[in-house]
């Protein structure tokens, strides 16, 4: 499995952005296909973007879709999560995630089984 480990998070007024990063290690985390989610308290932990192996396809979540970009730096072995225009709503721990057991299930978070610590992102209104 790779290790992860997320960064980026903080507190911003809505209408700003953040940048999370997620640097993999332990081998090359184009080899597999990567996720992004969160989890808002006494939520269930949602899908927000993916980009399949080999910095392949992107996918996002609707709520995601035109503010949220996902990419990523083979280079430096990291994953990037570019937020604009966030929201209140947007607020949660954000997880990235490496090693699906099925590389078209990317919105599934059960699908994952290499996951980071988290990184917080609040927004305030």
């Known amino acids: 499995q790779v290790q992860l480990v997320e960064s980026g998070g903080g507190l911003v007024q809505a209408g700003g952005s953040l940048r999370l990063s997620c640097a993999a290690s332990?081998?090359?985390?184009?080899?597999?296909?990567m996720g992004w989610f969160r989890q808002a308290p006494g939520k269930e932990r949602e899908f927000v973007a993916a980009l399949a192996r080999s910095g392949g396809s992107t996918y996002y979540s609707d709520s995601a879709k035109g503010r949220f970009t996902i990419s990523s730096d083979n280079a430096k072995n990291t994953v990037y999560l570019q937020m604009n225009s966030l929201k209140p709503e947007d607020t949660g721990v954000y997880y990235c995630?490496?090693?699906?057991?099925?590389?078209?299930?990317?919105?599934?978070?059960?699908?994952?089984?290499?996951w980071g610590q988290g990184t917080q992102v609040t927004v305030s209104s």
């Open positions: 995630a490496a090693d699906p057991d099925n590389p078209w299930l990317l919105g599934s978070h059960s699908n994952f089984r290499s």
């Open positions: 332990g081998r090359p985390f184009s080899d597999s296909g």
